[in-house]
């Protein structure tokens, strides 16, 4: 016969209070559009369709026919260099800016002069500028701001794709590949390749927005030149594709971070045993949580809009040490923390060398320095 123990429900409730999103203190909070966003997101990620999903699929027809025409509009423009689009068929965060570092490293690596373009999200102007290691967020947005401090390689962000890379070339004529972050769906902008990224969440309920997550058609086939690139380690769609295994780096102390230092960083395992307040401001955040509980890591789950600005520090001021990813970090000024310590988790990826050997077959050789 089994006793029961009076204080099971007491452990169980202190950690359902662990594992229970910290409500965030944020300053008027997150936007209509990203509540909205946040409802549907609810809907689209179930592996069959909705009741809500439903009764939006007449606007997906909508909008698969207003894609379709913006599609046969656009022509794709002539540039220098050839163009590897790293994108998405879905909506929201599936990897695609740890691709873009990942690939970015392997080409400079192997003798290539690689640059970058992105749209630049959440910017206060649309035009082509080149992003510094040192300028403001809101200025060329919090992605293309990352993978200039990761890669050190030129990039340069617009709302035209074309037009940014037309600027980058000119500025930079060394550069002889250029990679796009995101852009799938930026039919002017000619591509040697296209990579195609998919986390374990794959194309959810199937849909098209804002029915479901998925922006077009997932295809029958895929073009010649197409790979599917799956970040979370399963094939999570019916597309054939490569698998890539993702893993956290050190935790770097944010002031050095920052700084661009290179001293020596603790491995995450130094934080066992801990308690620490885990911040991420992503469109899939329990993704950054859970891979932080499966190295031992005791955490407060404090998930944040995806792209949120930290004008105002989400936490409470006597929290002792928070965890946060890069993504996060560009936008957290080291002076504005008080006496928090903010660790700073890099997200790696270990790109196929198979896929990438292909990749570099499809392009002309690299110039010489």
């Known amino acids: 016969m089994c006793i029961r123990d009076r204080a099971a429900p007491d452990l169980r409730r202190a950690d359902r209070q662990r594992r229970a999103p910290l409500t965030p203190a944020v300053t008027g909070g997150p936007t209509l559009a990203a509540r909205a966003e946040a409802l549907l997101a609810q809907h689209w990620w179930q592996p069959q369709p909705s009741a809500l999903a439903q009764l939006l699929r007449p606007w997906s027809w909508l909008y698969r026919a207003l894609a379709g025409w913006q599609r046969r509009r656009q022509r794709p423009r002539a540039l220098p260099v050839p163009v590897i689009v790293v994108g998405n068929f879905i909506v929201g965060g599936a990897g695609k800016t740890p691709t873009v570092i990942a690939l970015v490293q392997a080409l400079s690596a192997a003798g290539w002069h690689p640059g970058v373009i992105s749209r630049g999200y ?19 947005g919090d992605e293309p701001l990352l993978i200039r401090r990761r890669t050190a390689v030129p990039v340069w962000v617009g709302r035209d794709r074309v037009a940014a890379a037309r600027a980058l070339c000119a500025r930079h004529p060394e550069v002889d590949v250029i990679v796009s972050d995101d852009g799938l769906q930026h039919h002017a902008l000619p591509r040697r390749a296209e990579w195609v990224v998919f986390d374990e969440r794959g194309a959810g309920n199937g849909l098209l927005l804002p029915a479901g997550p998925l922006r077009e058609p997932l295809p029958k086939s895929l073009p010649a030149r197409t790979r599917i690139v799956y970040t979370g380690g399963v094939a999570s769609t019916g597309l054939p594709g490569e698998l890539v295994r993702r893993s956290l780096g050190l935790a770097w102390p944010l002031a050095a971070w920052a700084a661009g230092s290179r001293q020596e960083a603790p491995p995450l395992a130094h934080l066992r045993g801990r308690p620490l307040l885990a911040a991420a401001g992503l469109a899939a955040p329990e993704k950054f949580f859970a891979m932080l509980e499966q190295v031992g890591l005791t955490i407060t789950r404090l998930p944040l809009p995806d792209h949120h600005d930290y004008t105002t520090l989400p936490w409470p001021a006597d929290t002792a040490e928070v965890v946060t990813t890069e993504k996060d970090a560009v936008k957290i000024d080291p002076a504005h923390i008080g006496a928090t310590q903010v660790w700073v988790v890099p997200l790696d990826l270990a790109l196929p060398a198979s896929l990438v050997g292909e990749l570099m077959s499809w392009l002309p050789a690299p110039t010489p320095p």
Do not use: I, L, W
């Open 122 to 140: 959440g910017r206060r102007d649309a035009g082509a500028r080149e992003v510094a290691a040192r300028d403001p967020v809101v200025d060329v």
